[in-house]
């Protein structure tokens, strides 16, 4: 006998087993997808992980379906990495395969119903809705349930399909169906009966009284002579200006002939430059270093301030590994940074550059798979999001992480809730590749990391072409406001510069971490403040769609015209996002376009590019958004950098609270002055004094660095102790209560170190479901393996539990 062992795309801590004829056993590699049934009646995609003759003990084998592969989709090092995230972030490996394949590749079994031959039905004896199936049926072989649902027009149709199956009238079959169809061009070209120069004359003779027939022919002779490529439907109809239809006759009557021929759907259609790249001294002595530091480790960082042109060091060493038909993998923290990147990239390496993220529909995604799969030249260089870790890479011999400091490369949700650097590390390693990190303001793991020599550490200290850096100017709210030097929320000094800025044509760029116009909406006579029903939040007031939302679950209502407690009509806002901002700008700055950049604007596919390409041709003047501005983003006309509010950032109930405020305000304030002229940052804050504000101003990295080393030392945080957070969410409070109080007692009797919680936290109710954390301090002395092995069985236990069971558990691995 014969089985194979596969994966399942279900949350599930184990593989299966399935049996296999020999013949089967004897195709089938690692690496390959089988269509297996699972449960009563559905068939799920499942990944051959390893193929063996040991017979499972605890259920009897079922036959796989069908093998969909003719040879592996997926290599063996991506499986070991796999199963290495799967063991360190405490996840299941099927949540890893769910999440690394793009669902294009991964099928869905949908119910399809068909007439059960050799049944004699009788017409009467079925009810309206049952007739009307049964009729469709006969014209179509088999239906889908959301077939059968417009038919009938109703949702609940599983009642009469469930009658049906009573009456043995019709039978329901799990189908698999590929999802990723390759993309398929029209062309058409000349019927071979008129290609010689007597069938030229008898065309243009069978066409004469086809006025319309006659002028495509004519523009078809038109294209082939000045493009000398094949021509297809649709350039032919937009360059005749007539319908399709026309084509559709010619064809018809066999004086064109049609043929389809597959295209890729990312198609790179720029120009290459051949100009050389010329670094400046100190981008050459740096690039230099960073070859050093990989002769000796495999990891460097590269701690160059904004602007100074770490780009162009990316670009040079990956020129060098494509010399050796190595392949480079990108990592960007933000989709909105690969729109910029790639026309750079594009630029100097033409159509070597395949772009990976989630704004890329299922099928450009499938296509940048197998690209990378089989090593093709289009997919030399890798740029995308941390998704793109995820890829079968046949030959990776570098990793570039830039602004590896990011929080967005670690994943909150869904599982696996991995960080995409440390991942990317381990990678590399199976690899025998090597990782640069790039970043102006590096996380404090990774610089304690170059510290206790366990990176290479190179540092970039000017800007490139000898740029200075931003001057930096702190504006103090409270005097402001005490002196009545405040129009809305932007100080006097902030408007000066503004419209300085404006006056030489120069752009600006404000930033605000929150979107909507105002987080809070308040009743003046009672104070009663509109909150989510689902969650323990304030509604964000949007007023170009007047109404409150929640940015946890989605939830809206329109805005109210009074109070909901009292009935009074005095209601206030309270707090500013980028809509108010942008609204204030308009008022006093009439003739100044403005754009904004959050959440709300970024929407659809093309989101990003739109907004950025708008700015960087410098049809808008100011660009108000949120932290995605924060992101190595270039733009070489932009003089001025406003903070509207600083203090938001610095009281968040986070232990690295001060670390994000230093780097998001240093990030903000490098977008200024990257050309000739010295940039000039305004920060508005009610406290000019705060340490973290200071170093800002005087870019001072090293003094942040060792102040935070100094309080994550005394109160065991990273990089001295790891941390895992266990979240617990229930719908009823007083389980969640007693049940999280359970947990934390078993983990603090059992672990020897420090274990905080259960805690409420700031926002403890989210969608109906109240959350309690625990959260557990590993030092560095402690094995980590034993320690989450010891986590797991008492997490086993705490599920035993009978009323516990319902209560779900997140584990997140590395909580920074």
């Known amino acids: 006998m014969f089985f194979v062992e596969v994966v399942l795309p279900l949350s599930l801590a184990k593989t299966f087993t399935y049996r296999v004829s020999e013949a089967e056993f004897h195709f089938i590699k690692k690496g390959m997808r089988v269509v297996v049934p699972f449960g009563k009646s559905k068939m799920y995609t499942a990944l051959v992980l390893d193929l063996h003759q040991n017979e499972p003990n605890l259920y009897e084998a079922k036959e796989i379906d069908q093998i969909l592969d003719e040879r592996p989709i997926a290599t063996e090092i991506q499986i070991k990495h796999w199963l290495w995230i799967a063991d360190y972030y405490m996840c299941s490996i099927g949540d890893v395969y769910r999440g690394a394949f793009p669902s294009g590749l991964l099928l869905e079994s949908e119910t399809v119903i068909s007439n059960k031959p050799e049944t004699i039905v009788n017409d009467s004896e079925l009810s309206d809705d049952e ?22 027009n109703k949702k609940n149709i599983f009642p009469v399909l469930q009658k049906m199956i009573a009456k043995d009238i019709i039978v329901l079959e799990e189908e698999i169906k590929e999802t990723y169809k390759p993309k398929l061009i029209r ?15 008898e065309l243009l003779e069978e066409l004469k009284s086809a006025k319309k027939q006659k002028e495509i022919v004519l523009a078809f002779f038109q294209l082939k002579a000045s493009e000398k490529k094949p021509v297809t439907v649709k350039k032919l109809t937009e360059f005749s200006n007539v319908s399709a239809a026309v084509v559709k006759a010619l064809v018809e009557k066999e004086i064109f ?41 495999e990891v460097c960082l590269l701690h160059g301030v904004t602007s100074s042109g770490k780009t162009e060091i990316y670009i040079k060493l990956i020129e060098e590994y494509l010399i050796t038909g190595k392949q480079v993998l990108y990592l960007l923290p933000e989709i909105a940074l690969t729109t910029q990147l790639v026309s750079r990239l594009r630029l100097h390496f033409g159509d070597k550059v395949a772009v990976f993220h989630s704004k890329y529909s299922n099928n450009e995604r499938v296509e940048v798979w197998k690209q990378t799969l ?14 793109a870790l995820f890829l079968p890479f046949s030959n990776l011999g570098l990793l570039i992480v830039d602004e590896e400091h990011e929080q967005t490369f670690k994943q909150t949700d869904p599982a696996p809730r991995y960080h995409a650097r440390d991942a990317a590390i381990v990678l590399a390693n199976f690899y025998k590749a090597k990782v640069l990190l790039g970043s102006a303001t590096p996380s404090i793991e990774t610089y304690y990391n170059t510290q206790a020599g366990k990176y290479g550490l190179v540092t970039l200290s000017e800007r490139y072409n000898n740029v200075r850096m931003p001057d930096i100017v702190l504006v103090d709210l409270k005097d402001k406001h005490f002196r009545k030097r405040m129009t809305g929320h932007f100080s006097d000094v902030l408007i000066e510069e503004i419209t300085e800025a404006l006056s030489l044509g120069e752009q600006v760029i404000l930033f605000q971490n929150r979107r909507g116009y105002s987080p809070i909406i308040e009743c003046l006579t009672c104070g009663h403040v509109p909150h989510c029903q689902q969650c323990d939040v304030s509604l964000t007031f949007h007023k170009h769609k007047n109404q409150l939302r929640c940015h946890y679950c989605g939830y809206s209502i329109a805005k109210p015209t009074n109070c909901h407690a009292c009935s009074s009509i005095d209601l206030t806002t309270k707090g500013f996002g980028t809509e108010q901002i942008e609204q204030e700008l308009s008022s006093i700055f009439p003739n100044a376009k403005t754009a904004r950049m959050d959440q709300d604007t970024t929407r659809g596919k093309f989101g990003f590019e739109k907004i950025i390409d708008t700015f960087k041709n410098r049809e808008v003047d100011i660009l108000v958004g949120t932290q995605m501005l924060a992101k190595g983003l270039d733009f070489d006309n932009v003089s001025l950098v406003g903070i509207m509010n600083a203090d938001n950032m610095l009281h968040h109930p986070d232990f690295r609270a001060f670390e994000r405020s230093y780097q998001m305000m240093t990030q903000v304030a490098g977008r200024a002055g990257r050309s000739e002229k010295q940039g000039k940052v305004i920060i508005q804050t009610y406290n000019p004094n705060h340490n973290t504000i200071q170093q800002v101003t005087t870019h001072n990295y090293t003094g942040m660095y060792k102040e935070q080393l100094y309080d994550r ?17 229930h719908r009823d409070f007083d389980k969640l209560k007693e049940g999280s109080m359970w947990l934390y007692q078993v983990l603090s009797q059992n672990l020897g170190m420090p274990v905080l919680g259960p805690e409420e936290p700031a926002i403890s109710r989210i969608r109906n479901e109240y959350i309690r954390s625990i959260l557990i301090k590993i030092p560095h002395s402690q094995h980590l393996g034993n320690t989450k092995k010891t986590i797991q069985k008492m997490l086993n236990s705490f599920e035993a539990v009978a009323q516990y069971r319902a209560i779900k558990v997140v584990i997140n691995v590395d909580f920074y």
């Open 131 to 152: 007739f009307l199936v049964y009729e469709a049926l006969h014209h179509q072989s088999s239906l889908r349930v959301q077939d059968i649902t417009s038919i009938l």
């Open 187 to 201: 062309y058409v070209k000349l019927h071979s009966k008129y290609e010689s120069d007597n069938g030229l004359n």
């Open 257 to 297: 002939e049609e043929y389809l021929l597959q295209q890729d759907r990312i198609v790179y259609s720029g120009e290459k430059t051949d100009k050389q790249l010329q670094l400046s001294q100190p981008q050459e002595k740096a690039f230099l270093e960073i070859k050093e530091c990989f002769a000796a480790k």
């Open 374 to 387: 089989e090593n093709s030249s289009k997919a030399q260089i890798i740029i995308g999001a941390r998704s």
């Open 713 to 729: 030392q005394i109160y065991k945080y990273p990089p001295y102790f790891r941390i895992i957070k266990l979240t617990l969410k």
